[in-house]
């Protein structure tokens, strides 16, 4: 027989960690389990600075104690609502500041096998524990979902790595890098590999690398034509930032075109510096194939007039990004992810981030097709957060029977 709680958090990263805060000052019975902070500590490389601005990068408690303005302002950090990027390491730092004072009971354990049980569900974790949890919310953010294409799949990690992989690029030193991918990833790779001297070039689809506005003075009429939002500007991403349940009205399949439409790649402003003129862009390139011979990966890609070029390079990293497919949260077994409504493979949500399994939440990226691009970004914190966990409170209190104990825990052995 396993322990009993309210509620579980599975993930501890920025939403995770904003819904444990709520959740520890209405005094709710919950557990939280993840390594804090991870993404941000061991997937993002060394030296990035974010792409989201001071002002929309806040982790969220119930009282806005602790926003990342007022950890720079009690720490001496150089900080601006828009103007100073933030920097990775400032940004990891106040993570785990939150942490300790908001969610110190945070389990650096992880989640191995769920399932249901009747009024719950049972998860065991990575050291054999099982807990019996009344509602569970998965806060797992992106990592699990990351997207290599096709053609690359096989090929020995010698010559072939996601771009998550790196914090520190010293396993690249002294090679030849091709990164590809058009995105902010990319761009933050290629630059900070070219900062360090190394031999990089970037590979896109695209006929040229997007780097967002520097910020700055806007006109009145550019802001009317195009309304700054914390996540972009626009008129499109203004409603969907102020209003994402109108962005959750709308059809299914008007919500997974917008969901892929909106904030294409683009990159920081403050990397073009490190980009232009330094690091060889091979723009216009759609990579069909690529193998390994005599020691190098060929990758064969097209240009715009369907003619064959060959690059030739000692490693590449694919920075082609995340694509949420639950398919891919190993810890969810298929009877349970069969049970929840999904639409090409992403959950269907309620307006309270509810699953079609009762009790069952899910915050963060992964509630982008449901809720829109705010959830795409740590921006997305305080409206998930602040929506969901009255929600939660509400639905324990009415919901308050005992929870049977489960008579076989086979679902997860
Ligand atoms: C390279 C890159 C750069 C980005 N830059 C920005 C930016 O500048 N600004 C911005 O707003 N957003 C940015 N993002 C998006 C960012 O991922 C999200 O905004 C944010 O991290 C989502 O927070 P989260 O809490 O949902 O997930 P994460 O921060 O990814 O945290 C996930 C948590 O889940 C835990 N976990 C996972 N699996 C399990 C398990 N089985 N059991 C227990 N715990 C588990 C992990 O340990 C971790 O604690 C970037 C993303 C990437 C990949």
Redesign the pocket.
């Known amino acids: 027989m396993g322990s009993f709680v309210d509620v579980a958090i599975?993930?501890?990263?920025?939403?995770?960690l904003s819904v444990a805060a709520h959740l520890s000052a209405a005094g709710v019975d919950f557990r939280i389990?993840?390594?804090?902070?991870?993404?941000?500590r061991e997937?993002?490389p060394h030296g990035m600075r974010?792409?989201?601005d001071g002002a929309?990068?806040d982790i969220v408690d119930a009282d806005d104690a602790l926003t990342l303005k007022n950890y720079c302002a009690a720490n001496g950090i150089e900080h601006h609502d828009h103007m100073v990027p933030v920097r990775l390491d400032t940004f990891v730092s106040y993570g785990m500041a939150f942490q300790k004072r908001f969610v110190p009971m945070v389990e650096e354990?992880?989640?191995?096998a769920m399932e249901r049980a009747a009024n719950g569900f049972i998860l065991r974790l990575d050291d054999n524990e099982l807990v019996i949890a009344r509602r569970v919310v998965l806060?797992?953010?992106?990592?699990?979902f990351k997207f290599t294409p096709d053609f690359l799949t096989g090929l020995p990690e010698e010559f072939v790595t996601h771009?998550?992989r790196y914090g520190s690029f010293d396993a690249l030193h002294g090679k030849n890098v091709t990164v590809m991918g058009g995105g902010?990833?990319a761009i933050?790779c290629a630059g900070l590999l070219g900062d360090k001297g190394e031999n990089v070039s970037v590979m896109t689809r695209r006929p040229s690398i997007e780097f967002h506005a520097p910020p700055g003075y806007r006109s009145l009429k550019n802001r009317l034509r195009a309304p700054n939002t914390g996540i972009g500007s626009g008129w499109r991403l203004r409603i969907f930032h102020d209003q994402p349940l109108a962005f959750h009205a709308l059809p299914a399949g008007v919500r997974h075109k917008q969901a892929a439409a909106l904030l294409g790649p683009s990159t920081g402003w403050f990397m073009k510096d490190s980009i232009v003129g330094k690091v060889p862009l091979l723009t216009g390139l759609t990579p069909r194939s690529a193998h390994v011979s005599h020691g190098k990966l060929r990758i064969e890609a097209t240009d715009r007039f369907n003619a064959i070029t060959t690059i030739v390079t000692d490693h590449l990293v694919s920075a082609t990004g995340?694509k949420i497919d639950l398919r891919k949260l190993g810890?969810v077994p298929d009877t349970l992810r069969a049970q929840i409504k999904q639409q090409n493979h992403t959950p269907v949500l309620s307006t309270h981030f509810e699953t079609s399994v009762p009790g069952l939440y899910v915050?963060?990226?992964a509630s982008l097709h449901s809720f829109g691009p705010l959830v795409?970004?740590?921006?997305g914190a305080r409206y998930s957060t602040r929506r969901l966990t009255p929600h939660l409170v509400r639905s324990l209190v009415r919901g308050r029977t005992p929870v049977p104990v489960p008579q076989t825990d086979s679902a997860t052995s």
Do not use: I
């Open positions: 599975v993930g501890a990263g920025p939403y995770g389990f993840g390594k804090p902070m991870q993404l941000w997937h993002m974010l792409k989201s929309s990068s354990k992880f989640v191995t806060a797992v953010g992106v990592a699990a771009a998550s902010a990833s933050d995340y810890f915050v963060g990226p795409r970004f740590v921006h």
